[in-house]
């Protein structure tokens, strides 16, 4: 079955970075887009962007445009979400998820990794 | 930048109905069918509630449907049951892949 399995908890300093893993298994890994969704406890639920582990092209929300970089590893089914100069509003759990083809809803997610940031 | 549009917060008593709307600030929900929702636990993964406006993924109760009038996507809920207290998210396409989410709502069972 599909299966979304992220790394678990950081604590990050203000001004640090972070990279969040997401190795996914049960479909073919270049198929389908990674989708990157951040909850924060002042801002709910926020898209920040995809990116495509066959060509890995990406796609980033205007609001995250300059600091969030997005990766991948083929060989081991995983994406990366690195964020960059990081401050205390970045605390948040950090979920990776799938659309599937032709579609436009997330099917899969992952469990979520909490980040906090904090001096 | 687009936007969608959620109240804060809404409440209902057990057995009763609410409606979560979603309004867009532009085109975003008007003129699309990539309108969903899910309902969100903290700490936990969101759930899918319902897809391209007014599907419903196998699994979830016919007490939850969706609907869309002009620029304004809705969430209904009918039966309301002390379960259903949740923050619900509406979600769309707005093009050039291109997604947003609205600002959330938090449903209080009273």
């Known amino acids: 079955q599909v299966q979304l399995v992220q790394s678990g908890p950081e604590v990050k300093k203000p001004g640090a970075s972070v990279k969040v893993s997401c190795r996914a298994s049960?479909?073919?890994?270049?198929?389908?887009?990674i989708h990157w969704v951040r909850r924060t406890p002042g801002q709910g639920l926020e898209w920040m962007g995809w990116?495509?582990?066959?060509?890995?092209?990406?796609n980033y929300a205007q609001n995250f445009q300059d600091w969030v970089l997005m990766t991948r590893d083929t060989s081991f089914s995983t994406a990366y979400m690195e964020l960059n100069r990081l401050k205390s509003d970045d605390t948040a759990v950090y979920y990776c998820?799938?659309?599937?083809?032709?579609?436009?809803?997330?099917?899969?997610w992952g469990q979520g990794t909490l980040v906090t940031v904090s001096s | 930048q687009s936007a969608l549009t959620q109240p804060r917060s809404v409440s209902g008593s057990p057995g009763q109905s609410v409606t979560v709307s979603c309004t867009a600030t532009?085109?975003?929900?008007?003129?699309?069918?990539?309108v969903s929702w899910y309902l969100h636990h903290p700490g936990k993964a969101p759930k899918l509630m319902i897809y391209?406006?007014?599907k419903r993924p196998s699994g979830v109760p016919d007490r939850f449907s969706g609907s869309k009038s002009g620029n304004t996507a809705s969430l209904t809920i009918s039966g309301l049951q002390a379960d259903d207290e949740a923050d619900y998210y509406c979600?769309?396409?707005?093009?050039?892949?291109?997604?947003?989410f609205g600002g959330g709502t938090k449903l209080t069972v009273l």
């Open positions: 998820a799938r659309i599937g083809r032709g579609k436009y809803f997330f099917e899969y």
């Open positions: 049960g479909y073919t890994f270049t198929d389908y887009y």
């Open positions: 990116i495509n582990p066959d060509t890995g092209g990406t």
């Open positions: 532009s085109s975003d929900v008007r003129g699309y069918d990539y």
């Open positions: 391209d406006v007014n």
């Open positions: 979600f769309s396409y707005v093009g050039d892949s291109y997604w947003v």
